[in-house]
């Protein structure tokens, strides 16, 4: 180390000299921060970028806008809900970043912003941008995935240096017409929206190039989308299609085509002219045949038409030389074109869950192929060519097969006479409800596994339709079994309850009698347990039940949350009691039908259950929130 470099080091920093740091980045993310660290404030003369990521920061402090070379500013997945008018007072801001929060608005006069250029305030509650927000011109990339967008503003396209535009997940049906001026937009996502029907402003935007539909409600795929000669992927998968018009061959550039998960039974057959494509899903459609021209795809490196109806394939496929992912599992499929050996590229081939009974000699030549899945046909043994797939890491023949690859066996086919491959799982048997698949493995007892099955404790479920041939011992009530419901329709509820709240809310402000109202918010949501009080004071020392009690305050009732309310209704359920056995409450009032009244009563009164109360305003015991930390 020279004198110089010492020396440097050995020299106090310069606020000890009285000047001050040049700090231009500060990153405080993931520091579990409720508020904004105020030594940021002392670096608002240089500060450029603040990153604030992963907290749990409610709010911005009014000094914080005064950093006015800010250019950065990072506050993802943190629990702000308003956005401060005062970001109008960060002239140089280019990038915002407000996604996973609970922000339900922009103000108007972000449009000061003049130099944003990336917005990313995905997964926020916000229902509608503001006119000013189309005056942010140096715009070209905006994120506002999983919102309550239901329209956007006449005036969006002026945002005319658009790039990348997601609308992903939010309510949408339409489009303004004034999108057309979009001609820079190159990436466009509109999934999981409530479209019918393709936009006609897309037939303008002819400079995209990635284009996604999926999740919708179309049913018609039109021509003009072969206008968008330059775009490269195309998804509109998950939606109702039955048709797909003959001039999407228009789109020359097509790499990715997904039209999985709809409701087609015959591809257009102009569909061979997509010279450039690499990708075709067609799954889990109604397709019977694919159509010759497919033989077109020269370049096609991934096929999949699985769950459909397909009986045969065309002989051409085998022109499709590149293929190296094929899957045509849970079709109708009774042989394979012998073309299907000119595949040398292909690695992986799913037939399995067919109706298979020979397979091509040629498919010996696959020399690169690597995995096989041949479970569920009819097969009676495999060609004898299969010993030059030197490359094949698994073949499976069987759903209940315990290794990738099991010793074959050679011998002459008794019907053919040709040299083929066997072991003991040929020939191959339909599966039914009562056959149990063979396994593979020698030390296993059917019967004996049949015999222990008997003894193993068995769950019957209210839903099971042969629950009463099982041989199970009588008791008493059921185990009820609830669907449970996926992420995305938690989600759904969660945007339905607070869309309902937001309508009400703003039919308060426009009520001109200026009544009080009581709004049901899922924020406003709580739970807690009530003891139900007895008739005539009497305790009981019975096992307590529950029941849930869902209900929305009336601003006219009084304030007390007595269970004896008649403004409340319960559904009651039966839970174990003490001696851990079902009790049910039919039951139990059979036996008293001798009971005097005054007797009935008070055995009632012994199985009247705490509430759970579902209450409006209470104290946020159990909170759903869309946000990160629901």
């Not at 809900?81 to 007072?89: E, F, L, R, S």
């Not at 899945?373 to 097969?401: D, H, V």
């Not at 174990?576 to 009244?597: A, I, P, V, Y």
Request: net charge negative; proline share 6%; charged share 25%.
């Amino acid at each position: 180390m020279s004198k110089r470099s010492l020396f440097v080091r050995l020299v106090p920093c310069r606020c000890l000299r009285g000047e001050e740091e040049t700090v231009t980045s500060l990153d405080y993310s993931h520091c579990s921060l409720e508020t904004v660290p105020k030594e940021i404030f002392s670096f608002e003369k240089t500060l450029q970028e603040l990153y604030l990521d992963a907290n749990q920061i409610e709010e911005l402090p009014k000094q914080l806008f005064n950093c006015q070379l800010l250019h950065r500013l990072s506050m993802p997945d943190n629990d702000l809900t308003v956005m401060p008018a005062a970001i109008a007072n960060l002239i140089n801001l280019r990038e915002l970043d407000v996604s996973k929060n609970s922000i339900q608005e922009f103000p108007e006069n972000i449009k000061n912003c003049k130099v944003l250029t990336i917005v990313e305030a995905s997964v926020n509650p916000i229902s509608k941008l503001p006119d000013g927000f189309t005056q942010l011109l140096s715009l070209s990339q905006l994120y506002l995935n999983d919102a309550f967008l239901e329209f956007l503003p006449a005036s969006f396209g002026r945002l005319t240096k658009l790039q990348i535009l997601e609308l992903r997940e939010n309510q949408l049906k339409m489009l303004p017409k004034s999108m057309q001026k979009l001609t820079q937009l190159e990436r466009l996502d509109l999934g999981s929206n409530e479209f019918t029907e393709v936009p006609e402003v897309l037939e303008q935007l002819t400079g995209i190039k990635e284009l996604w539909m999926d999740g919708n409600r179309l049913t018609f795929l039109p021509g003009m989308i072969g206008m968008l000669k330059q775009l490269v992927y195309l998804d509109v998968s998950k939606n109702n299609l039955e048709m797909v018009d003959e001039q999407i061959c228009g789109c020359e550039s097509l790499q990715d085509l997904l039209l999985s998960n709809n409701a087609l039974t015959q591809l257009p057959g102009s569909i061979g002219s997509l010279k450039k494509l690499t990708a075709l899903k067609v799954d889990e459609n109604q397709l019977m045949y694919l159509p010759d021209s497919v033989g077109g795809l020269h370049i096609l490196e991934e096929l999949d038409c699985s769950f459909n109806e397909i009986e045969a394939l065309p002989s051409s496929v085998g022109q499709c030389v590149c293929i190296r992912t094929f899957a045509a599992d849970h079709n109708f499929l009774t042989q394979l074109p012998p073309e299907m050996g000119n595949w040398k590229n292909a690695t992986v081939l799913f037939l399995h869950s067919n109706k298979l009974e020979s397979l091509p000699e040629e498919m010996g030549d696959m020399q690169r192929l690597k995995v096989i899945n041949l479970s569920n046909n009819k097969l009676k043994n495999l060609p004898y060519s299969f010993t030059k797939l030197n490359q094949m890491t698994a073949m499976w023949l069987s759903e209940n097969q315990s290794k990738p690859l099991i010793p074959l066996q050679k011998e002459e086919d008794p019907e053919t006479h040709k040299t083929v491959l066997t072991n003991y799982m040929f020939p191959q048997q339909t599966r039914t409800e009562e056959y149990i698949p063979s396994s593979d493995s020698e030390s296993f007892n059917p019967a004996l596994w049949e015999e222990q099955r008997k003894h193993r404790a068995q769950v019957a479920f209210e839903c099971d339709e042969d629950k009463d041939e099982r041989e199970t011992p009588p008791r008493e009530g059921n185990l009820k079994r609830y669907p449970t419901p996926y992420p995305e329709e938690l989600k759904n509820m969660v945007k339905t309850a607070q869309s309902v709240a937001h309508r009400l809310k703003e039919d308060e402000s426009s009520d001109e009698s200026g009544k009080e109202r009581n709004h049901i918010g899922v924020q406003d949501v709580g739970v807690k347990v009530i003891e139900a009080p007895c008739p005539n004071g009497v305790a009981t020392d019975k096992a307590p039940h529950v029941s849930a009690n869902i209900y929305a305050q009336n601003p006219s009732a009084p304030d007390s949350k007595d269970a004896s309310d008649t403004s409340y209704s319960s559904h009651r359920v039966p839970l174990k009691s003490s001696e851990g056995s079902m009790m049910n409450h039919e039951d139990t009032l059979e036996d008293s039908e001798e009971l005097s009244d005054e007797e009935e009563e008070m055995k009632i009164a012994e199985m009247r259950p705490p509430l759970i109360e579902i209450s409006i305003n209470q104290p946020k015991v159990v909170t759903l929130s869309k946000d990160k930390k629901r």
